[in-house]
């Protein structure tokens, strides 16, 4: 069952294993992340900033998400594969159900959706499905990308927060944006897994998103670390592919297919 595989996460969280999480958004992305031992693979709403070209997360839809989900469980068959239920699509728990079965059929091994709502992880659990929470900075939900829970009042209810879901009975919970000293007692507090980002180093685990690790697009940011630029590999890839068609050095004769010898005179007769 969905929760049976999630058990894995939470022995590592016991043995001090820290768990590497990476977001994923179609088939070769999720190849490379799977031959590169990536724990789990969120195909986050970030795909539709990230890849789509949206304003912002507020413009996903399921549709988006379960394309998403479909390309990169056809990439990676056996990876564990979590799928964000995008914005307005967990108001009630009926609704929660029916769109958590449409990411589950397209591949997602557990779904994430953000906020506080132990009604909706009830629902979810009881339907079947292992669920992810997501706290602190909720971009579906928070338009302004700051941190949270910076004053203690907040920092407070982040933890009651945190508590309350999991004994709605989430299986892991994603910590956004948040002080590391808040990070780590959620996470002490917790039998759960927590994965954070810019949360700091005391967390059970880590999320990035890949176009930042990438260097795909441009965005800085303070919690990421870039690995590639493969954004100024792209350009330069395409930059070189229209010199040389302008100076017609593309296609080569290496690249171009001749006709067989003996149909040649024929033809041209
Ligand atoms: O959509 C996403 O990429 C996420 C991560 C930032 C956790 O939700
Ligand atoms: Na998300």
């Known amino acids: 069952?969905?929760?049976?595989?999630?058990?894995?996460?939470?022995?590592?969280?016991?043995?001090?294993?820290?768990?590497?999480?990476?977001?994923?958004?179609?088939?070769?992305?999720?190849?490379?992340?799977?031959?590169?031992?990536?724990?789990?693979?969120?195909?986050?709403?970030?795909?539709?900033?990230?890849?789509?070209?949206?304003?912002?997360?507020?413009?996903?839809?399921?549709?988006?998400?379960?394309?998403?989900?479909?390309?990169?469980?056809?990439?990676?068959?056996?990876?564990?594969?979590?799928?964000?239920?995008?914005?307005a699509t967990y108001e009630t728990p009926t609704e929660a159900v029916a769109n958590a079965r449409v990411l589950a059929e397209a591949g997602a091994?557990?779904?994430?959706?953000?906020?506080?709502?132990?009604?909706?992880?009830?629902?979810?659990?009881?339907?079947?499905?292992?669920?992810?929470?997501?706290?602190?900075?909720?971009?579906?939900?928070?338009?302004?990308?700051?941190?949270?829970?910076?004053?203690?009042?907040e920092a407070h209810q982040l933890v009651e927060a945190a508590l309350t879901m999991e004994k709605a009975g989430i299986a892991m919970l994603v910590l956004e944006l948040i002080p590391e000293e808040v990070a780590e007692i959620v996470t002490q507090r917790l039998k759960v897994p927590t994965i954070g980002i810019g949360a700091g180093r005391a967390t059970d685990g880590q999320v990035l998103v890949i176009c930042d690790v990438l260097g795909y697009t441009k965005a800085a940011f303070r919690h990421n670390k870039r690995y590639a630029e493969v954004g100024e590999t792209m350009e330069a890839a395409a930059r070189a592919y229209v010199g040389d068609v302008h100076s017609k050095a593309f296609p080569a004769a290496a690249n171009a297919f001749p006709m067989n010898k003996e149909q040649l005179p024929e033809f041209l007769a």
Do not use: W
């Not at 906020?115 to 909720?138: D, S, W």
């Open 109 to 153: 091994d557990m779904v994430k959706f953000e906020g506080c709502r132990p009604a909706i992880v009830e629902a979810l659990v009881g339907a079947g499905f292992a669920v992810c929470g997501h706290l602190g900075l909720e971009p579906q939900h928070h338009a302004e990308k700051r941190l949270k829970g910076k004053q203690a009042g």
């Open 1 to 87: 069952s969905m929760a049976d595989k999630a058990a894995r996460f939470a022995e590592m969280k016991r043995r001090g294993e820290p768990i590497a999480m990476l977001t994923a958004y179609d088939a070769p992305m999720a190849r490379a992340e799977a031959a590169a031992r990536v724990d789990i693979l969120l195909v986050g709403d970030s795909v539709g900033t990230n890849m789509l070209g949206y304003a912002s997360e507020q413009e996903v839809t399921l549709a988006d998400m379960a394309h998403h989900t479909r390309a990169v469980r056809r990439g990676a068959p056996d990876a564990f594969v979590i799928s964000d239920l995008p914005v």
